[in-house]
Every structure is written in C-alpha cells, then in structure tokens.
C-alpha cells in the first residue's frame, strides 16, 4: 500500500496543484473581481453632542460629507450589491487636531468580501463658538397685481425669528426676509406661506447647514386693492376783505389723486370733497395759498394707492380786487311779478318822467364791464310784498320793497335798491282824482 502511495510521489503532488490552480481559473473566469461606482454617498456624523455639549457648532467644509465610494468584489457580489447597503461614517470621537474625522467605509451586506475606495478620506469641519440672536422678520412681496390694482397690507403670522450657528455666520445675518410672490392675475386677497431667507448687510443671502432657525416658513396674508383715480373739490368759507371777492377759481396741485381700498367701496367714490379750516378766505387780500394733506380726508377704508405719495397738496384760491360802475337801467327793463288782481300797480320813480333807475354794481372787472345796461332786468316781486306787510287781502296803499335784479354770478349790489309801489284800485276816472290828492298828501 505504502509503494501504492508512494510510486510516482511527484507526478501525484503536480497533479493536485494542477487541480486547484484549475479550480481558481475556472472559478474566477465564471465569477471574476469587478468594481462599481456609487456617487453622492451621505457621510454619516457619530457623537456630534461632542461638540454642541462644549457649546460649540461645526459646519462641514468644502461638501466633504458627500463622497464616492468605488467598491471592488467579485461580480456575483457585486450585481447584488445596491447604494443603500454603502455606509460611510464619522465619529466625532476620532477628531484630530486639525478638525478631521477619517471616513470609514463598509456594507450593509457581504462586507467583509468587499474592499472599498473612497475619492475623500476625511471630513472637514469648521468648529466655532455657538451663538444664538433673535430677529424681526421683514416682509414683503414681490411682482405687481393685475392692472387697475396694487398690493395693500402685508401681514406675516409671526414676525420673530430665533437663529443658532457659528459666531461668524451669525454676525453676518444683518436681517430676514419672508417675500411673498404676488402675480399679475391678482384681484383678490391672497394667503401664502413664505421661506425665511437670512440676508446679509449687501442684500446677499447667507446659506449654511450649520445655521438652525425655530421656523423657515411663515404664513402671510396679502390684501389686494382696486385703484382710481378721483379729482379733488375744496369748500372755502369766510368773506375776503372788503374791496376783494373770491373769483371762485380753486386750483390745486395736483388735480387729482389715485385711491385704493376695496372694490365695492371704491366704485361708489367719484371725487374727494374737502373743506378744510385752512381755507378760510376772511379778510384776505391777496390769494389763499394752503397746504393740505389730502389723506386725512379720505374715507374709512381707503388709502393713497400711491406709497410714495405723502398726501400733501397746494391749493390756491383766487382772491381778486373788487371795481365799482353804475348802470343807469331804462324805465322799461322794471317789471312786475304777480300782480294783484282787480288793483294797478304803479312804480313812484318813474312817475316824474324819468327813464331810468341808477344802480352801481360791484364785482370783478372782468364781470362788471362785460354788462350792458339795457341788459340787466330789475323785478318787483307783489308776493313778497304782501308777505312783508302781513296782508291777506290787497287794499290801496304804497308799499315800498327791494328789487330783484337778474345778475351774473359774481357780480352784486353795492348797495340795495329800494322802489315805492302805489297799488289802488281799478276804477273810473272820478275816482283816479281821488288818488292822485291821497299821493299829495304822502309826498
């Protein structure tokens, strides 16, 4: 048996290295080493309350918490292999000096057949003192409603921000904004929720994984007003000193104002009267010149739909010298205005034969000249008479009233003008005799 064993010793060892080195072939051309690539692996941080217990915060520098791991094994473990079973981690307990942490590299699964390179070996970290602020949140919109439209009040949730990170961060956040997007098909009130955005002192926005904030969105509410635009009209009072009149002309400046509020309200608005104490023309002898801020007047509910308008308007009011002329107004142009029936009414002036009556009239000069004597029409009104001498029925007598002359606006009596009315009854000659004894008597 021994010689069995023994015979051809050499030839039998050859053949069994032949054997397993044609094992290793075979095996290896049916499930040979292969490598696959796995991109944007998130390095996994261990212990991080290391460093927040000492009161301190880190920020990962230069993105090396994002990694590639290349992954080398045989092809049969490899083609079961998936991105999830790649796991890469940085204890915070292996922090060095110079603020690294090696990566460490394994699977989930068949990891001890598997061997692995990653293109960072370490992480990067910034390590700074902890500091917390608080900050008012500005808010605000951006872009324009529909046309005929704008942006009225913007109300935010809550208007306090509480931010934690590194000392230099945080003293580079010089404020917040919460801006609302406002679109240009807007005609209503709109509700949003709004990212908080951390700016710096240039307006730029400051982004690190290393800031925390209590919230990142808020709700705002933005109001969205109709517009139009209104003219303005001014009340003035009191009496310009004598001599002088109001020519009626009030300019101001500007005309017209644009208003914004709610639609239904602002349908119903066509001009904004004002009468304001300023414009008070008593004793004025020259033109009133008043500054006005318009906004004060306006309606509850509606506001200037212009933000950069302070509501403050020039109103001039025209105050011009007043001339004096006499007219001298045929007898003809004197009427009379319900006369009494059954009774003749004559007017005394004119009964010594003369052919007009002189008034003077007072006004502007270019009102007063423009009138024409044989224009103007004087009027003695019986009713009134009747009224002001408490009669129920007409009898005989002499009456005196004032006359109603038919005058342009601006334009007026410097003094009024009084005529003497003798009302007798219609009768027959001989008793037309008797009249004319009882007026010798008057006179």
């Keep these: 048996m021994r010689k069995r064993l023994t015979h051809n010793l050499g030839l039998k060892i050859l053949a069994v290295v032949f054997s397993v080195a044609l094992w290793f072939v075979v095996n290896n051309i049916s499930d040979p080493m292969e490598s696959k690539t796995y991109s944007n692996i998130q390095v996994e941080i261990l212990n991080a309350d290391l460093i927040s217990d000492a009161g301190k915060v880190y920020e990962v520098l230069e993105n090396t918490d994002k990694i590639t791991v290349k992954v080398t094994g045989k092809s049969s473990v490899i083609d079961l292999l998936e991105k999830e079973d790649i796991r890469a981690v940085a204890d915070m307990a292996d922090l060095s000096f110079m603020n690294t942490v090696t990566i460490k590299i394994s699977s989930a699964r068949y990891n001890q057949q598997l061997e692995f390179d990653s293109s960072i070996e370490n992480l990067k970290l910034s390590i700074e003192d902890l500091k917390k602020i608080q900050m008012v949140i500005n808010t605000s919109t951006s872009g324009q409603p529909a046309d005929g439209y704008i942006v009225g009040t913007v109300t935010p949730s809550q208007n306090i921000v509480r931010i934690s990170g590194p000392e230099s961060v945080i003293d580079r956040i010089d404020h917040v904004d919460a801006i609302a997007e406002v ?22 926005v400051i982004q690190s994984s290393a800031v925390e904030m209590n919230i990142t969105n808020i709700d705002v509410a933005v109001s ?14 009191g009496t310009p000193a004598d001599g002088y009149v109001a020519t009626g002309t009030v300019i101001s400046d500007p005309a017209t104002i644009k208003i914004a509020g709610k639609k239904g309200l602002i349908d119903g608005i066509s001009e904004l009267s004002i009468a304001d104490a300023s414009l008070n023309l008593s004793n004025c002898e020259e033109d009133l010149v008043s500054i006005i801020n318009v906004s004060r007047h306006l309606p509850n509910g509606i506001q200037m739909a212009d933000k950069g308008f302070s509501g403050d308007v ?37 009964m010594d034969g003369s052919e007009t009556y002189t008034i003077a009239l007072v006004g502007l000069a270019e009102d007063v000249n423009q009138l024409n004597a044989r224009s103007i029409i004087g009027v003695v009104d019986m009713d009134v008479i009747k009224q002001k001498y408490g009669l129920t029925d007409w009898q005989r007598g002499i009456y005196v009233t004032d006359i109603i002359f038919d005058l342009p606006e601006g334009v007026s009596l410097k003094e009024k003008c009084r005529m003497t009315l003798i009302v007798t009854e219609q009768v027959t000659e001989e008793e037309a005799g008797e009249v004319n004894e009882l007026e010798e008597v008057e006179e």
């Design 183 to 204: 679109r240009d098909t807007y005609t209503s009130d709109i509700n949003t929720s709004v990212e908080l955005k951390l700016k710096d002192e240039n307006n730029d």
């Design 224 to 237: 969205i007003l109709a517009t139009k635009e209104i003219p303005l009209k001014f009340a003035v009072s």
């Design 314 to 350: 020039s109103v001039t009011v025209d105050v011009e010298p007043t001339v004096t002329k006499t007219y001298h107004i045929p007898a003809k142009n004197f009427g009379i205005s319900n006369s009494p029936e059954g009774f003749n009414v004559t007017i005394q002036e004119f």
